[in-house]
């Protein structure tokens, strides 16, 4: 069974960057699409991004449209999330998750947690001045 493991979370200034990572262990990951989640304290847990498995296709919140971006290498059984330009409300647990699919032709099912089922125990990231 695939594990994923999530790394790369941390305290950061309004405006910095950081990289996530997501790392599978076990069964590669090659033919199932990855998204992110993040939860907030209080908050349900929301859809961030999702690359498909070849990683031509990829698809993000507007909350976060144009400042991050996942991108996945499938030699390395890794998936990244590059944020930047971060700000405070992107204070969350960050999770990544294995699709059921390779992708999804309507990429609103990307948004949908009943369509991934595997989970990483998630990364947390502090905005904050």
């Known amino acids: 069974q695939v594990q994923l493991v999530e790394s790369g979370g941390g305290l950061v200034q309004p405006g910095g960057s950081l990289r996530l990572s997501c790392a599978a262990s076990g069964p590669t990951w090659d033919y199932n699409a990855i998204g992110w989640f993040r939860q907030a304290p209080g908050k349900e847990r929301e859809f961030v991004a999702a690359?498909?498995?070849?990683?031509?296709?990829?698809y993000y919140a507007d909350s976060v449209k144009g400042r991050f971006t996942i991108s996945r290498d499938n030699a390395k059984n890794a998936v990244y999330l590059q944020m930047n330009s971060l700000k405070p409300e992107d204070t969350a647990m960050y999770f990544c998750?294995?699709?059921?699919?390779?992708?999804?032709?309507?990429?609103?099912?990307?948004?949908?947690?009943?369509?991934?089922?595997?989970w990483g125990q998630g990364t947390q990231v502090a905005v904050s001045s």
């Open positions: 998750a294995r699709a059921t699919r390779a992708y999804f032709v309507d990429q609103v099912y990307y948004t949908r947690e009943s369509f991934y089922d595997g």
């Open positions: 690359i498909s498995w070849s990683g031509s296709s990829s």
